[in-house]
């Protein structure tokens, strides 16, 4: 059963930063891509930044230049820099992974961020 688990969420201030780690637990696969999304109320959930195994990262446009995606697969983890958050940055976000072995992807159970202005 493939766990994921993320740390890092909270209420910050407009300007500030945050950092989001997400470790994938109980599998044997090998990771194809790790990465992020974020649901704000009332919208769909989109896409925020992946990385593959290969180093590979895509950012969703409004993010660009403030968030930065990272990896430590060796430990099953991705991790978010979010830097000059904006109130448009509050959502939910998920982690998300991918395994070469299996076509289904996994989800995180969810972390709030909140951005006040």
Do not use: H
Not at 11 to 32: D, E, H, K, M, Y
Not at 44 to 62: C, F, H, K, M
């Amino acid at each position: 059963q493939v766990q994921l688990v993320e740390f890092g969420g909270g209420l910050v201030q407009a300007g500030g930063s945050l950092r989001l780690s997400c470790t994938a637990s109980g599998s044997a696969f090998t990771i194809n891509f790790m990465g992020w999304y974020r649901q704000a109320p009332g919208k769909q959930r989109e896409l925020v930044a992946n990385i593959g195994s290969g180093g590979s990262t895509r950012y969703a446009d409004p993010v660009k230049g403030r968030f930065t995606i990272s990896e430590d697969f060796a430990k099953n983890t991705v991790f978010l820099q979010m830097s000059s958050l904006k109130p448009e940055d509050t959502a939910v976000y998920y982690c998300n992974v991918r395994f070469f072995e299996v076509p289904s992807s996994y989800w995180g159970q969810g972390t709030q961020v909140t951005v006040s202005s």
